[in-house]
């Protein structure tokens, strides 16, 4: 089965400081990890995904995520963390083969950025 | 380009209740995905169609639940009856559906469902 876990439920930063998002990830293969953010009251938004290819993917509001597979590790990263960062983050994986492409997602870190 | 719709974004039924919920996706997708997010968790899949038809619905409650996509557009999922249990937002998602699992998935709103 393919899954992922995020160990944090909470993830507190101050604003202007770096900040990473943990997920690992089990699945039988070469897996396909994305991450979408969630804002109250509003549905998920995509930010990035890893494929294939360069193990460093940037995605969408500064934010990029580094695959590792020796950690089985693709862990959410932005360099400065903004207020408006605050919101839920969730890692998904898909499988990569078979006809349904559904995304299985970890239960959520929040992250909150104080000025 | 137009994102996911959903109506109604909020639903407050009694338990025994039913209620349905509409979707439209992004123009020309062809996959449709209707999740349900209990508070504190992540989505999980309920049904998954492709165009019209079903491809994955093993993890939808068959005894109250069904969803349809009429003319592989537009889908409802309904609710009937309701239990207590079934609180939670409902997502719908749609994606290109090409023959490959790299498609991204893009998300409505949710409709947020209070059952009392």
């Known amino acids: 089965a393919q899954s992922v876990a995020q160990p944090e439920d909470q993830v507190n930063v101050a604003e202007g400081n770096p900040l990473t998002v943990k997920c690992t990830y089990s699945v039988s293969g070469n897996p396909y990890l994305f991450w979408y953010v969630q804002y109250p009251n509003r549905g998920l938004q995509f930010l990035l995904k890893y494929i294939t290819g360069d193990n460093l993917v940037k995605g969408s509001y500064g934010f990029e995520a580094e695959f590792n597979k020796s950690q089985t590790s693709f862990h959410l990263k932005k360099p400065s963390a903004l207020v408006s960062d605050s919101a839920l983050y969730f890692c998904a994986v898909r499988p990569i083969s078979g006809s349904g492409y559904a995304l299985n997602f970890g239960k959520g870190t929040s992250l909150l950025v104080t000025p | 380009e137009a994102g996911v719709a959903q109506s109604p974004r909020y639903k407050i039924i009694e338990k025994r209740q039913s209620v349905a919920f509409w979707c439209n996706p992004i123009?020309?997708?062809?996959?449709l995905y209707w999740y349900q997010q209990i508070l504190g968790q992540g989505p999980k899949l309920l049904i998954q169609f492709q165009n019209n038809g079903v491809v994955d619905d093993s993890q939808l409650p068959k005894d109250r639940f069904s969803a349809e996509r009429l003319k592989g557009v537009d889908s409802t999922l309904k609710i009937q009856p309701a239990k207590l249990e079934d609180s939670a937002v409902y997502l719908c998602?749609?994606?290109?559906?090409?023959?490959?699992?790299?498609?991204?998935?893009?998300f409505g709103p949710g409709t947020r469902l209070t059952v009392l």
């Open positions: 123009s020309g997708h062809a996959t």
């Open positions: 998602a749609s994606s290109r559906g090409e023959a490959t699992s790299t498609d991204t998935q893009y």
